[in-house]
């Protein structure tokens, strides 16, 4: 097992250096030098080139990219020039607030997509499944950020039930009453894409589960239909689930930025967005990286999840 | 092509897709042509003005210009963003799997290689990526999405070439001559066209909907030219004071983006060959039964006593008799056999007495079984179920398919048992060790934590009779259980199979296609054709003389071991499809000695003792018909 995780750890290795490559050289694209972007058009010549050169922008592409590789190793990510404050400060802190929007809609989204596929599958062409079926499709096809629009109108202006906005109240406590009224409306509204994609996935894998040869055996043993459809048929048919839910947490780790916008969420994506609106270049390359490289290591930790679940999987 | 449109027709939800996305495409292009008001033109007297007012049907925005124009060209230019996005990332993504494929090796890792750094990205933010180095605006959306959606395409396309890029016919075309590029061109690209579109028309509404999200955050189009998304964005700051500036661009992105994917689905059924022959259905807890005739009543006849049992499985509006008018019984202790040719019905025959067949398409149209006087096909799921490995316990043909792989076999075990008693933990793996014991599987207490995959096939098997002994069933129903065994393995596990039966009292019905294994196991035998039994009698009585046609040919197919020089004769012809059954005889196509007779009226089992044949001219003499 611990041999199995190691590798996979080593395995991620590549990886994280190919994303590095590819955020580097989308960066490079750029057109114009970053320079005059942070001195303005009225920038002396003088100026830009001394700017250039304390950015290291003077190098060639190979240099600087080991450069930018080593100082983020050593945990420099540069520093914003925006906000004057050293990247990884800003984006930790962000992440962090990601990271509690994101990892609830992740947690609601999985289960009741899981929950919703295996009724629908369990009734195929029943009311429960023609139902299912509709309210997926429903939430598939509806905008998050239209859907988390409409929410605040609904249930925050004319209900009252939640705040607008915001993580914590401006005025009052910072327990975890707040937070959880303030992470409601958010979560459900990035969860609502991802339970339709998950219920949809897992209807279509646990149909197929159910057709096999084990399910039979298991109603000739005389196991009830609900151990079959929870038991048997789930635990099979999450083999090919979970890959999915690894992927749906990538859509909802990022798809977190239009949420963040609408709820005024202060996390990562916000500042992603504000950051490219500002061209602040290496803070959108500091989270740009982050945020793929904790995907990264979620999905290792997906596939060991995996290899736990099933035993087939050599480790 | 026609057969496709009429198969996506039929589904009506598709259609209703199909219908609002054509008119919604059909307003976005006739919409410079539509007498409305200029989108981009201020008013600012003139702001929020609510939906349904004079000259302002939708109301008009923060800027007092008029909504219904700027929805309109706001949706013009959605929808061809797009679309765009979706064709560039299709056409390039094809592309790159197409070339990975064919030409696989080095290409093909390098290129996949790539593909996975970029699927290794969260979706969103490669794009948000991309557009940071762009720079904001519509045409950067654009080429981010498509880029985003690239590698989904490559990977799937090239997963479909590789399987056709090792077909014959592509082979016979680079033995021809052709070059690289017209093999690509003529051979494969027509046969990826249909997963192209599948690809697309599943992946469209998202590439909408990502647009519009990049426009919605300021990185898409800029002001004054508005898609769907920077009209909701730029609504946002009115939100709470005029709803509507957010409603009419948000329902519309809704609209189009559900009926692209209504449409997409019908698409992707109307192409999924499984999907039409309903292959995907799921199987119900018991198989359904609606009895046309009467049911027989008991005669009273052995343990369990089947009379004129009809299975059919009704796949579409065609209908299969699997099993037309069975009749069978098992005494206590007894071992029945059921020979046939895969197909026979023997199968379905054993299934239905617990509900086992799959359903849809099974359906038990007739006939009755009964179980110590208890109709079992009539009974409702709950007693079928409480009977179901406590009374009648199945074994299975490939215990590798019909174990659960992500079980341990102790659980499996202990499962079966607390299925029809509560039984504690300590006593439950007892029990478990103990079933293993009994079937010899060496070192007991050990193997019950294996799963299956790490257990030989015999041993898989042991499990499986392990696990129907389990509840100490009066009857065991073994659907080919050593068809997949090789012989030694074999001969084990029908040595333990009789040993149950005589030291328990089992009664056994046990289905094959092997004559030497009904010879060593059973004391009488049914041998079934085309979903009847065509003879049945005591297995000494059927071996010397067999009296049926089918059954003599049958085993002058078996070679002997040590038999001489006596040449196997396979039985000319496929036995009749069960869906178009002939009249008279459904052997007679195949039968050496068929007469006019034989292929008119219903031919009946004629009993005489304990014998029984279904046939006008039976054998007189056992080897006549052999040699």
Redesign the interface.
Known sequence: MTGYILKRILSAIP?LL??T???FL??A???GDPATAILGSYATPENVARLNRDLGLDKSLFQQYFIWLGNMLQGDFGTSFALNRPVLDEVLERFNATLVLAGTAFVMCSLLGVIAGVIS??N?YGLADKAITFAV??G????S??LG??M??LFA?NLRWFP?SGMWPIYGARDFGALLSHLTMPAIALAVVATGVIARLSR?A???V????????????????R??IWR?AL??AM?SIIPVLGIQA??V???A??IE??FQWPGVGRM??D???KRD?LL?QGG?VF??AC??MF?IAVDVLQSL????IKT | MIAFLSLLARNRLALAGGIVLSAVVLLALVTPLLPLADPDVTNTSNRFVPPFSEGALLGTDHLGRDLLSRLLWGTRLSLAVGFAAAIVAATIGAAIGIIAGYYGGRTDNVIM??V???M???????A?????????GLFNALIAVAAVNVPFFARNIRGITVGIAHKEFVDAARLAGLSNTRIILSEILPNVIPVIVIAMSTTI?WMI?ET??LS????GSQPPQADL?SM?GEA?SA??TN?HT??VP?IM??VI??SI??LG?GVRDALDPRLKSG?????M?ATQVKRAGPVPAPTGKGLLEVQALETQFHVKDRIYRAVGGVDLHVEKGECLGIIGESGSGKSVTA?SI?G?V?SPPGVITGGAAHYDGEDLIGAP?RRL??????NV??I?Q?PL???????RVGDQLI??IR??RPIGKEAGRAKAVELLDAVRIPNAAKRITD?P??MSGGMRQRV?IA?AL??DPDIIIADEPTTALDVTVQAQVLTILDDLRRSRGLAIIFITHDFGVVAQLCDRVAVMYAGRIVEEGRTTDILDTPRHPYTARLMACVPELGGGKRRLEAIAGLPPVVDRLPQGCAFADRCLKVQDDCRQGDIPLVRSGARAVRCLYPEEKAREAAE
Request: charged share 15%; no cysteine; aromatic share 8%.
């Open positions: 990886v190919g994303i490559v590819i955020v989308i960066m694209l750029i057109p599958a369990a195929q499709l429903l598939i096809s509806v905008p950020f239209f629009m409409m605040i109108l202006v607008v279509s646990m149909l197929e159910l057709r096999q040869d084990f399910i039979r055996t298991a109603r000739a043993k005389g196991v009830h239909e151990g079959v048997h635990k099979a083999v990538g859509f780790l990022s798809g930025v239009y916008i609408v992603l967005v950051a490219i609106l270049i959108v740009v945020v793929a995907y990264v999905n679940l099933d035993p087939r | 290689r790539g996975d750094m970029l290794a990205f969260p979706y969103i933010l490669l948000l990526a991309i557009v940071a180095a762009l720079g904001p509404g909907l519009a999200g919605f955050l300021g990185l998304g909701l946002r939100l709470i709803p957010s409603v948000g992105i809704l983006v559900m994917n209504l689905d292959a995907l259905s799921r199987p807890a299934l617990m086992l799959s799921y179920r409480d009977m179901r490995g406590r316990s199945y299975f490939d398919a019909t174990l659960h792989p992500l079980y499962e079966a299925a029809h799963y995959h790490e499986g696990m389990a509840n």
